[in-house]
Structures are given as C-alpha cells and as structure tokens.
C-alpha cells in the first residue's frame, strides 16, 4: 500500500510470513529477522480456551478432526500445528511437508537475526549487537498468569508435539543459528543508550507495559478471559 501511494516502507514487523523476493518488491536491501518460540508453548498460546473446553485426549482429538474438516465457518487453515514452518516458508502448501521444512531452514538461514523468546534478554542484547545498536539492561517486570488457567491433560501435550513435528526441528535448527551468532558476538561490545532513552524513553515504554498489565487483570476478573501477559 505503502509503495503505491508511492511512499516507502522501512520497516514490516508484526506475524508476517517470509516474503519471497522481496529485494525485488521493494527495490532495496532487505534484512529479516525473527524471534522463535517453543512450539509447544506457541500452540498452548493460540488455543488455550478450545484446549481448556477439550481437555482430554477423546475430546481434543475430537475437536481437531472437526476443525481440520472445513465443516465450519472458523477456515480450513484456522487451526495450525506447525505455524512458524509454514510462515518462514512462505506459506507454499495448504499442508505442512517436509518441502516446506526445508525452505524454511534455507530462509533462517540467510535471516540478518533468529532470536529465542526462551532466552528474550539474550536476544534482545545480541540484536543490538548485530545490528550496532544501543543497549540496557531492563530488569523484567514480574509476569502475571491468569489465575483462571486450568492444567492441560499430559496426553494433549505429547499429541501437539507429535503434531508440531516440522516446528520442533526448525526450532532446534533456529536455536543452533542462535548459539553460532551469540558465538560470534560474543566480544562485541556493547553499546550504551543516550541520557534520553535511559531517562526518558524507556521509562514511558514501561508506563505502556503496566497499562497493557492492568488491562489484562481487568479482563480477567470481569470477563473471565484467559489472558496471560
């Protein structure tokens, strides 16, 4: 949209798949980056309510035959046990394969940066090291967990990683290009942030994360929803 209205786009973030060719699209150097996460963890995420209404093996298979149907208004693709291979592919097939896997890797692999939601402060700090950026440590606020979460039949567990199979390679193979770039920066040094970012900027991004926070419990206690930050 951007480029047709002939304006220039620096930069697309958000859950964005692979873009093929898109030096080409956009006419410049592009850099692509990612942050994987566990795929197990990632699948619990999306589909907390449907796990916790089907919280037995019967019931859960159930409700994925159903949806992997179509015999219903939700999308055939509605449900997704390997999203991330599908998305650092470029989302080639309706169904995930072994093809797709392969791609995937090939894409990761030219990535600028693969970071780990599992090691985010990790990350966070060889980002800006890649990318020559300033950097502070920020102590992590104290995550809230929704106290309504109801525990997930071990059986439904092992099921979504037989499902997640294609996932869980990539994500080995992300966190192997992970532990090759933290190894080659790793006598980098750091860059420290201006007077402004450290007294200013950063500050009122934490103002933003409590609001997000208080948001959050409000939604919890008065509608009941699942919602962990």
């Known amino acids: ?16 798949p692979f873009i093929v060719n898109a030096e080409n699209i956009f006419n410049r150097k592009i850099h692509d980056i990612t942050m994987l996460r566990d795929p197990v963890k990632r699948f619990i995420s999306s589909y907390r309510t449907d796990i916790n209404n089907n919280n ?16 219903h208004t939700l999308g055939f693709n509605w449900i ?3 999203h991330q291979t599908d998305m650092l592919s470029g989302f080639q097939n309706d169904l995930t394969t072994e093809v797709d896997l392969q791609q995937a ?12 939601t599992e ?5 966070v ?16 606020l104290i995550k809230y967990k929704a106290k309504n979460v109801i525990p ?26 992970f532990g090759e770039k933290k190894k080659q920066h790793r006598d980098t040094a750091l860059i420290s942030p201006t007077n402004i970012d450290r007294y200013l900027n950063y500050p009122i991004k934490d103002v933003d994360y409590w609001v997000g926070k208080v948001n959050v419990k409000i939604r919890n206690k008065l509608f009941n929803d699942i919602v962990e930050l």
Not at 119 to 123: I, Q
């Open 105 to 116: 890797k090939e894409n990761l692999k030219k990535f600028k940066f693969v970071g780990l």
């Open 152 to 177: 997930i039949d071990p059986d439904i567990i092992e099921f979504i990683k037989e499902k997640s199979h294609f996932d869980i390679e990539l994500y080995e193979y992300g966190r192997k290009l």
């Open 1 to 16: 949209t951007n480029l047709e209205s002939g304006k220039t786009a620096d930069f697309i973030y958000g859950h964005t």
């Open 119 to 123: 090691e985010f402060d990790n990350s």
């Open 80 to 82: 997704k046990f390997n």
């Open 56 to 71: 037995t093996l019967t019931d859960f298979k159930a409700w994925v035959k159903w949806i992997e149907s179509g015999n």
């Open 125 to 140: 700090e060889i980002f800006t090291k890649v990318f020559s950026l300033p950097y502070m440590h920020r102590k992590p």
